[in-house]
């Protein structure tokens, strides 16, 4: 089932929105907590402290979404999420892959691996985030929701931007590196995708 379809279902019934809606809540939260955690407490920058607060900022912007629901979900509970068994180990997962490919691939470790680790799964998600959210907007608008993401697409195209900075100083080959990131969240995009396409039926 693609992506287009899932959405047109989730829409159409408050229940599983207000549950969609609170996975992406979940998912920006877990990536704001991500960032926090790579950062170094004595060289942590600008750029990641704002990157930070936006992405906590979009969780609780989504969470505010789902009043117009009229679902409540008070919490990141399963019985409140879509697939939640694998969209609480998503991010994980690809950091877990990403520090795998860091760690045996170019043979960084410590603070530096960790670093490196926050630049790529950031720069990953932050492709995949440009590509679901104008998708689920599009969806949104044909259903003519009170729902809307549109703040968040602004936010998250910036963000790309200031990635793609941040590489390019950290490698000459960050593009080649960027490319197996997003090859490993592809891979659990569409993992994602099939346990969402079970779920809802």
């Known amino acids: ?14 229940r599983l929105h207000a549950r969609w809606l609170n996975t992406l809540s979940l998912m920006e939260n877990t ?42 979900c008070p919490t990141y509970a399963g019985e409140y999420l879509l697939a939640p068994d694998f969209s609480k180990r998503y991010l994980h997962q690809l950091d877990i892959d990403v520090c795998r490919y860091l760690k045996y691939g170019l043979s960084l470790s410590g603070a530096e691996l960790r670093f490196a680790a926050y630049l790529l799964v950031t720069y990953a998600i932050e492709v995949r985030a440009d590509e679901l959210y104008p998708i689920y907007q599009d969806a949104l608008d044909q259903a003519a929701s009170k729902v809307n993401v549109k703040s968040i697409i602004l936010e998250e195209e910036g963000h790309l931007e200031e990635m793609i900075k941040q590489l390019q100083v950290f490698s000459p080959d960050w593009q080649l590196h960027a490319n197996k990131a997003v090859e490993m969240e592809t891979i659990l995009f569409g993992k994602w995708v099939e346990n969402l396409a079970v779920e809802i039926g």
């Open 1 to 14: 089932m693609q992506l287009n379809t899932i959405l047109t279902k989730i829409i159409a019934k408050n």
């Open 31 to 72: 990536g704001a907590r991500k960032i926090s955690a790579s950062e170094d407490p004595a060289t942590v920058t600008y750029i990641i402290l704002k990157h930070a607060a936006e992405e906590h900022r979009h969780a609780f912007y989504l969470k505010k979404q789902i009043e117009k629901t009229g679902v409540e």
